[in-house]
């Protein structure tokens, strides 16, 4: 089966520093481009960075550059995201999701992990 | 970044037809880049339901249709079900914005 499985979302304090992971599984990780695309309580979906199959590009979104560092590991199949200097703003269920490319979308999503950044 | 304009929600009766609009720019829908759609049930997590405009993935019901024009798109829903109450995302690319994945604002369908 399919699937992606993220953790590692937690309620932190502004300024801190937080590390999500998506574990994928059932398919050949090493040749998809890799989403994280978030979604702040009652707000909608915002894409947040995305990474190259190889790990040689990777964009994302102007609020978070500077402070978020993609990152993937092809070995373990899995997908990361360093989040530094988190402000009220960060705070957002964070999904990663499967690229298939400009004509076909992202087609596999994760459950979700949900980062709140509070003191 | 949200450079695709959708209305916040649209409603009908079951059995009814609503369409979902998403609006966008010679910038992205514009510049021909396809246009993909989501569906978000309550507490779940997004699901690809029209990719490049107008195909559906297998299982997708072919009540749901996509099309594309000029700088625009629509997502049809034909045939309202309960089941379709749900938010919807329109995504497509733009090119000022390199390598990055666009969204719409997300629209909410009420079946009443």
């Known amino acids: 089966e399919v699937q992606l499985v993220e953790s590692g979302g937690d309620l932190v304090q502004p300024g801190g520093s937080l590390r999500l992971s998506c574990a994928a599984s059932?398919?050949?990780?090493?040749?998809?481009?890799m989403n994280w695309v978030r979604q702040a309580p009652g707000k909608g979906l915002e894409w947040v960075a995305n990474i190259k199959h190889d790990g040689s590009e990777t964009y994302s979104v102007d609020s978070v550059k500077g402070r978020f560092t993609i990152s993937r590991d092809n070995a373990k199949n899995s997908l990361y995201l360093q989040m530094n200097s988190l402000g009220a703003e960060d705070t957002a269920v964070y999904y990663c999701?499967?690229?298939?490319?400009?004509?076909?979308?992202?087609?596999?999503w994760g459950q979700g992990t949900t980062v709140t950044v509070s003191s | 970044q949200f450079v695709l304009t959708q209305p916040p929600s649209v409603s009908g009766a079951p059995g009814q037809r609503v369409t979902i609009s998403c609006t966008g720019s010679s910038s992205n829908i514009g510049a021909g880049y396809d246009v993909h759609w989501y569906q978000q049930l309550p507490g779940t997590a997004p699901k690809l339901l029209i990719y490049g405009n107008t195909n559906r993935p297998s299982g997708v019901p072919d009540r749901f249709s996509g099309s594309k024009s000029g700088t625009s798109a629509s997502l049809a829903i034909t045939g309202l079900q309960a089941e379709d109450e749900a938010d919807y995302y329109c995504q497509s690319y733009d090119r000022r914005l390199s390598g990055s994945r666009v969204f719409g604002t997300g629209t909410k369908v009420t079946v009443l």
């Open positions: 999701a499967r690229d298939v490319g400009a004509h076909h979308g992202m087609d596999v």
């Open positions: 059932g398919f050949a990780f090493s040749s998809y481009w």
